[in-house]
């Protein structure tokens, strides 16, 4: 199986269970946006940092995007965010001692359009890996 899928395969078991989105976690670009709140584990880029020794280091973009409705957005996301953050740091994704991930990037969207106000929220993490 490709290191990639395995990545967002163990983000999306870390973040399984969380007391706010619960079951509601996605590996697919393509997910119910009628279920909510969830989160979706997707790929960003990719890149070759370096090569040693017939090994390859690469970083990886992951973006877990957070989905939310209803009256109180800022603070569910906010909740969902620290949810996601305390489980991810300090966590192993895999037995490679190269991994290593740390949060580079959040970025909230919300609306107002329609019956209910609804949120996203992009947490962008970067995980170091090598692979031989």
């Known amino acids: 199986m490709p290191k990639r899928t395995d990545i967002r395969g163990a983000i999306s078991t870390l973040v ?8 509601n976690v996605f590996t697919s670009r393509v997910n119910p946006l009628e279920v909510e709140p969830s989160l979706s584990i997707t790929s960003g880029d990719e890149e070759l940092l370096e090569v040693e020794d017939g090994f390859y280091v690469r970083r990886y973009i992951v973006d877990i995007e957070a989905r939310a409705s209803g009256a109180s957005l800022d603070d569910t996301l906010d909740l969902i965010d620290s949810e996601v953050f305390a489980v991810l740091e300090g966590s ?5 001692a190269m991994d290593t991930r740390w949060r580079a990037n959040t970025s909230p969207e919300l609306s107002g359009e329609g019956d209910t106000p609804i949120g996203l929220m992009v947490m962008t993490y970067e995980v170091i890996y090598e692979v031989g």
């Open 16 to 23: 399984t269970g969380l007391t706010t989105t619960g079951s």
């Open 92 to 96: 192993k994704l895999s037995g490679n």
